[in-house]
Nanobody, 127 residues
Framework: QVQLVESGGGSVLPGNSLRLSCAASGLTFSSHTMGWFRQAPGKEREFVSTITWSHGRTMYSESVKGRFTISRLNANNTLSLQMNSLKPEDTAVYYC????????????????????WGQGTQVTVSS
């Protein structure tokens, strides 16, 4: 059974940083393209970033490009998202997601590409 467990969320001031982690189990982590999505109150879930199983290719949404960095540590089955220069509009529940094994050697931000989801972690950016 695949499990994705996010951690690291919290409340911060604008301009501060947070680092999210996603612990994966029940899958061969190195074989899966992984992604981060977020859902703000009253809005649909949206793509944030992805990193592929093949060559660790990355892609970011325009709203976070240059501020967020996605990474993976296959030896520890862990996905991370370093979030710098946080803005109030980054406030959302952040979800970790995994695609099927060996699918999407190229980055994809399409939500339907991801089959497994975590429960989410809340990030609040407010003064």
């Amino acid at each position: 059974q695949v499990q994705l467990v996010e951690s690291g969320g919290g409340s911060v001031l604008p301009g501060n940083s947070l680092r999210l982690s996603c612990a994966a189990s029940g899958l061969t982590f190195s074989s899966h393209t992984m992604g981060w999505f977020r859902q703000a109150p009253g809005k649909e879930r949206e793509f944030v970033s992805t990193i592929t199983w093949s060559h660790g290719r990355t892609m970011y949404s325009e709203s976070v490009k240059g501020r967020f960095t996605i990474s993976r540590l296959n030896a520890n089955n862990t996905l991370s998202l370093q979030m710098n220069s946080l803005k109030p509009e980054d406030t959302a529940v952040y979800y970790c997601a995994a695609a099927k094994a060996f699918y999407y050697p190229r980055p994809t931000g399409e939500e339907v590409s991801y089959n497994y989801w975590g429960q989410g972690t809340q990030v609040t950016v407010s003064s």
